[in-house]
């Protein structure tokens, strides 16, 4: 008889205590991981934290390509591909299981959010706490084992607290202090909100509904922003 290991057991409890309400809500916070949305939150960090928003950017690339790197190393099965009656939100991976890569990106938006804020701040704990459901929706929507996201976290976040690092010898009050300083950062904004909210495919799938709130909204703050600029300068 099979004997299911911790990994397995934890990815079960998760996994199978689906119901349409959960469905809901980790189908569409889940997608918070994706690459191209996470670029767009670092971006608009930048427009008011710039070394904050360039090192979260600099470490959601850097623990991307580890994190590719890893998946093609280990080469690990994901759950709908060793087990039976897997509920999967989305498509039904198979491959390149360990480590999570939605779950590395959303480390470092979670180490993120305690550079923004202060530990004390409530503020860092609900955006780390969002993130942390992000990551944790890979399980229930069957396509990490638990081990995948718990790697793919701690590699986000040791890459964010490693690039936080090394950026404090960063020039970055001379960089503010250029004119083309915002304008690079919107321009970035503007480019990911476009594709975004112009056909971008998401993944999951479930989480689509992210994309023209996510763009829309962007648009919204680079607009408020720039007329904040205009009328200041």
């Known amino acids: 008889m099979h004997e299911m290991s911790l990994n397995e057991s934890l990815f079960r409890l998760i996994n199978d205590a689906h119901n349409m309400v959960l469905d809901a809500l980790f189908g569409l916070v889940s997608g918070l991981g994706d690459g191209l949305v996470v670029a767009l939150l670092c971006a608009l960090l930048m427009l008011f934290r710039l070394r904050l928003g360039m090192v979260a950017l600099l470490a959601f690339i850097v623990s991307g390509l580890l994190a590719q790197l890893l ?16 509920h999967v939100l989305g498509a039904a991976l198979q491959s390149h299981s360990f480590p999570s890569g939605h779950a590395t990106s959303d480390g470092v938006m979670l180490a993120a959010a305690f550079l923004l804020w202060p530990a004390r701040d409530a503020r860092a704990w609900a955006v780390a706490g969002l993130f942390l459901l992000a990551a944790i929706g890979r399980i229930y929507g069957g396509v990490h084992f638990p081990l995948d996201v718990a790697a793919g976290l701690l590699l986000g976040i040791a890459t964010m607290g490693l690039c936080w690092r090394w950026s404090a010898g960063w020039p970055v009050e001379r960089w503010q202090a250029s004119p083309w300083s915002w304008k690079v950062s919107g321009m970035i904004v503007a480019i990911e909100a476009a594709v975004l909210g112009l056909g971008y495919h998401i993944q999951p799938a479930t989480a689509q509904l ?19 600029q205009v009328r200041d300068g």
């Open 71 to 86: 998946k093609r190393l280990f080469d690990a099965p994901r759950p709908p591909a060793v087990l039976e009656h897997v």
């Open 210 to 228: 992210l994309a023209p709130v996510l763009s829309v909204a962007a648009l919204f703050v680079l607009v408020r922003y720039w007329k904040g």
